[in-house]
């Protein structure tokens, strides 16, 4: 007759109110007393029953511990895994998102990295045991109850059952399915926990300041403003256009590519323009004060500008549809034997632009205002829309190029004007007397000042009409090029006009470029996005406090369940049957003796049905089992597992088994 797996064990003749632990076997009538040992229990103290008097010397197992020794490795494990889940978390945070000044965690992105791993790993690794432990104790208690539990409830949260087995109970409609879909969702989330924090991985520039006290500066870039434009040579003028049209686009001293605003296609072009280090003044010392000439500059090696405004510029074609007016375009070079036609108005709060230059045949025979069939239509348009944006950017102290930008505001769209630009042109591209270096014919006077205004606005000129005249007839398939080098052209009094109010009136500049700036040391960091963190964190609290709650029931709401090891098929299979059951007499007669040897009453006999991970440990050391058929009731050949191989027979394939 089968018996139930979790059947309840009746308390034995020798006391009555015992429960939990095993009961002597008896022997037959006509055999000596069998001589039980008790060497397998606790040496610390003899064993007694739950009302303190002492059990029968002939009593074998042990003593059932109070909850907090048999729980006392689960919450030991689960305070663990607390203090390296906030250690863990707090190391991401201030690691890989950079919320933190503490030069004891920063190391190389590969320390970083190994290091991050391996505590998600570790993390992951203690919480899965956690929760093993908890559903291991769980189950015991429910198992415990007088009402008892479904037996794929036991099994489904067994730590001895596989995934494979998990899915499969799932084939069985019933109550347990809550525990296996907690079971899996406690594997998928171990899985994204432990894999989570490097799943996007970045490497950046992490810059952390020398001194704390940042430096008050004037910073950033200044809007146009005509009223001081006369505060400005002429030659000065002409010194930016032509220093920086060809290169300023490609100068990382003073622009960085971002995402565009609203232009696209490959003619859309997007650069923001922060101010550049060159011209951070301090507040204090006014127009002739860098940055460096105050502060320890010692291990120093970048400077962090922080929440200046800046220029995001947009360049794109303008409208197909569009056609500049008459009073937008105007002709210069005639006084120096160069043709330039330049366009440019205002729509809305954008600047169109376009141009056109006098080929390189006319240009040489001097012929450019004689033949004027180049002048339309025009051969190039450019569209330039601007945003002023508050920006964090951090320069290389060294040769002042822009390492990184760490934030950017909100894009805020400022009109250009056209007439703001025309003024620049008239003024640079003007009528000015050909310059004839014949100063002993007095033709041109060079000691007198105005030859430096004329001679650079002469080089503004040609270097333009040249390079436009290149582009034109010599590398006409380079479409690209012009428009680059008018995109230059465009930009240089927008990044440039702050110099005019430093020199002008420095104590007037708009208030927003009064900020601040700190000198700074540079690591190169491993960094992830913020979602992965807080991802990280939330998974990391789920897995923790799931196992907790369980466990909380199980120590204050749950009843008394047995004692168990760390082996959960020695727990199982040592707490199934009675010990009268095995070996002894039945009505057709007396039982097999070697009966004992099979695994369940071997565990019994070794007092294994209460037993703990160290009775376990010393009562199997050196025992070897082994698997095999026996012929059993009606000659039907069962599968069993036996600690001798007397009569076992190997399986065969195709034959049948019980």
Request: charged share 15%; with cysteine.
């Amino acid at each position: 007759m089968e018996r139930d797996l979790l059947a309840p064990i009746p308390p034995g003749n020798g006391d009555p109110g015992l429960r939990g632990v095993l009961q002597p076997q008896h022997d037959p009538p006509n055999k000596p007393p069998t001589q039980i040992s008790i060497t397998e229990l606790e040496p610390a103290q003899a064993p007694s029953s739950g009302a303190g008097r002492p059990l029968p010397s002939h009593a074998r197992g042990s003593v059932l511990e109070s909850k907090f020794k048999m729980f006392f490795f689960t919450w030991a494990l689960a305070i663990t895994t607390l203090m390296l889940s906030v250690f863990s978390i707090c190391y991401g945070y201030t690691v890989l998102l950079n919320r933190g000044s503490s030069r004891v965690f920063i190391r190389p992105p590969g320390e970083t990295v190994l290091t991050v791993n391996a505590l998600s790993q570790f993390i992951a690794i203690l919480l899965k045991q956690l929760l093993s432990s908890a559903f291991e104790n769980l189950r015991w208690a429910l198992v415990s109850r007088r009402k008892g539990t479904l037996i794929t409830t036991f099994l489904a949260l067994s730590q001895a059952t596989s995934l494979q087995g998990i899915m499969y109970l799932f084939s069985l409609p019933d109550r347990h399915l809550i525990w296996c879909i907690q079971r899996v969702l406690s594997i998928g989330l171990l899985v994204a926990l432990s894999t989570i924090l490097l799943r996007d991985v970045g490497f950046k520039l992490v810059f952390t300041p020398v001194d704390p006290e940042r430096i008050p500066v004037v910073a950033g870039l200044a809007p146009i403003n005509l009223a001081l434009s006369h505060f400005l040579l002429l030659r000065n003028i002409n010194f930016f256009f032509l220093s920086f049209t060809r290169s300023i686009l490609s100068d990382s001293t003073f622009v960085i590519g971002v995402p565009p605003v609203k232009c696209s296609g490959s003619q859309c072009k997007s650069y923001f323009f922060p101010g550049g280090l060159e011209q951070v003044r301090t507040q204090e010392g006014g127009r002739n004060e860098s940055l460096f000439s105050v502060g320890d500059i010692t291990g120093a090696t970048a400077v962090v500008v922080y929440n200046a405004p800046g220029y995001h510029l947009e360049y794109s074609t303008i409208r197909s549809d569009y056609v500049f007016g008459d009073g937008d375009c105007y002709t210069y070079g005639e006084a120096i034997g160069e043709g330039l036609r330049l366009c440019v108005a205002s729509e809305g709060p954008d600047l169109y632009t376009g141009w056109s230059v006098c080929p390189n045949p006319a240009y040489d025979d001097n012929e450019c205002f004689k033949n004027t069939s180049w002048i339309s239509p025009l051969t190039h348009n450019l569209s330039l829309s601007a945003y002023k944006r508050y920006s964090t950017v951090a320069y290389d102290h060294t040769n002042f190029s822009i390492l990184s930008l760490e934030s950017l505001s909100p894009p805020v769209v400022t009109p250009l004007y056209a007439s703001d630009y025309r003024v620049f042109f008239d003024r640079i591209f003007g009528e000015k007397p050909r310059l004839q270096f014949n100063t002993s014919g007095g033709v041109f006077n060079t000691s007198n000042r105005t030859f430096e205004d004329v001679a650079s606005s002469v080089s503004v000129q040609f270097a333009l009409g040249w390079g436009l005249r290149l582009y034109r007839d010599i590398l006409p398939r380079y479409e690209n090029g012009p428009v680059h080098l008018f995109r230059g052209f465009l930009a240089i009094p927008i990044q440039f006009y702050v110099a005019i109010w430093e020199v002008a009136d420095i104590r007037g500049i708009p208030n927003d470029l009064n900020t601040t700036a700190s000198l700074s040391r540079v690591s190169y960091r491993a960094t992830v996005p913020p979602w992965s963190v807080h991802l990280f964190t939330i998974f990391t609290c789920i897995l923790f406090v799931w196992p907790v709650c369980v466990m909380l029931w199980v120590h204050f709401r749950g009843p008394h369940s047995p004692n168990t090891s760390l082996f959960p098929e020695v727990d199982i299979t040592s707490k199934s049957g009675q010990p009268s059951t095995y070996g002894g007499s039945t009505g057709a007669g007396e039982k097999s003796a070697d009966s004992r040897d099979d695994l369940t009453p071997f565990l019994r006999e070794k007092g294994l049905g209460n037993g703990k991970s160290s009775l376990v440990r010393r009562g199997l050391r050196g025992v070897r089992v082994y698997l095999g058929a026996r012929a059993g009731e009606d000659s039907e050949l069962n599968i069993a597992i036996r600690t001798k191989n007397d009569g076992l027979q190997n399986l065969a394939s195709g034959q049948l088994y019980s």
